[in-house]
Nanobody, 122 residues
């Protein structure tokens, strides 16, 4: 079992940047694909992006492609989400997730963090 904890959320103006970090513990980090999802009030949790086990391959939702970058440090057991050119519609609780599978569906991931609030003001 793996425990995940996000940090780095906050309030930012539109056009600004934020970096979220997710720290993993309790299991071998390199066993897992890692994903980022977000959930806005009244909406379903949606895919943001994911990264494979060695960090060589990433995949993003069209809504964030070119603005967000996922990276992982397997030596530190962390996965980061760098967000640039933030928009008010990016406002949501952001979750990192770990799983034995790779993909855009929440069902691909077995473990979830508690979430970090990102608020983008216009």
């Amino acid at each position: 079992q793996v425990q995940l904890g996000e940090s780095g959320g906050g309030l930012v103006q539109a056009g600004g940047s934020l970096r979220l970090s997710c720290a993993a513990s309790g299991a071998t980090f390199t066993w897992f694909y890692m994903g980022w999802f977000r959930q806005a009030p009244g909406k379903e949790r949606e895919f943001v992006g994911c990264i494979n086990k060695n960090g060589a391959i990433t995949m993003y939702a069209d809504s964030v492609k070119g603005r967000f970058t996922i990276s992982r440090d397997n030596a530190k057991n962390t996965v980061d989400l760098q967000m640039h050119n933030l928009k008010p519609e990016d406002t949501a609780v952001y979750y990192c997730a770990a799983g034995a599978n790779w993909g855009r569906m929440t069902s691909a991931y077995d473990y979830w963090g508690q979430g970090a609030q990102v608020t983008v003001s216009s």
